[in-house]
């Protein structure tokens, strides 16, 4: 863990020139550009509003919000880990070329992410105003949430880019294990909707303890207990530190295999 912390800043610089490369690319010969982080999230405000207000009739007062609360920060998760699973690979020229630390490839990814996650923060503060739900002081506890969802996202990008370097359907079958997972977790949906001998098996999601954080501040006003607090940071680090030893004990070997 002292390695992935010494060469996190000793490539801070390098880290920040792939991601912002990383961003431009994503956004090359799109005429809004870097608009698009925050026009999407207020698409799918629109989506929803229609969807759950006019056709399908929700119970949850502005539902738009409510789920727009837990699918940003999923967002930020499940494309981390698509670009991430790819990072090791995409950059197969560069590593084989240059001596440089392999970690410095999922850790971009994971901030260029984490720029859009930040910037899709502002349409859902208009969105808030907008639709006139109350602006809870909660919010100044969402850096908590931020922190533990960047660590446990770290944690999942290092094992998915080492994975990918061995196995390239890895990054097929990703996808497919994101969208399961992404019904799997309260999103669309509350955990109070299932009878409580059901919701154990929510405890099972490591997702569901930083994602709560992010619900109960924006949306219901709450901040979580200390134990779900403590959970949620169990799940990140746990993840970093299995992770990132899968990933440092095969570094290695990746320049014979990408």
Not at 4 to 19: G, V
Not at 60 to 65: R, V
Not at 202 to 222: A, D, H, Q
């Amino acid at each position: 863990m002292i390695e992935l912390f010494r060469d996190t800043f000793r490539y801070r610089e390098l880290i920040w020139a792939l991601a912002v490369k990383e961003l431009t690319v994503r956004y090359k010969r799109s005429i809004l550009g870097f608009l698009w982080a925050l026009l999407n999230p207020m698409l799918l405000m629109l989506v929803t509003s229609v969807v759950f207000s006019k056709i399908l009739v929700s119970a949850q007062p502005h539902y738009a919000i409510f789920l727009l609360s837990m699918i940003l920060p999923w967002t930020f998760f499940s494309q981390s880990l698509s670009y991430a699973a790819e990072s090791i690979v995409g950059n197969a020229d560069l590593i084989k070329k240059v001596r440089v630390a392999k970690l410095v490839f999922p850790i971009a990814a994971v901030v260029s992410n984490m720029i859009n996650l930040l910037l899709s923060f502002i349409p859902l503060v208009l969105i808030v105003l907008v639709m006139r739900h109350p602006f809870h002081l909660t919010w100044l506890y969402l850096p908590i949430p931020i922190i533990a969802l960047a660590i446990l996202t770290l944690g999942a990008t290092f094992f998915f880019a080492t994975a990918n370097v061995y196995y390239r359907d890895v990054s097929h079958i990703l996808q497919v294990v994101l969208q399961v997972w992404f019904y799997l977790t309260p999103i669309i949906y509350s955990v109070d909707n299932f009878p409580a001998k059901y919701r154990i098996f929510f405890r099972l999601n490591p997702v569901i303890y930083v994602l709560n954080g992010f619900r109960l501040s924006v949306y219901y006003g709450l901040l979580p207990t200390a134990s779900s607090i403590i959970a949620s940071f169990a799940c990140a680090f746990v993840a970093l530190y299995f992770g990132f030893r899968i990933f440092r004990k095969h570094q290695d070997e990746f320049v014979f295999y990408v």
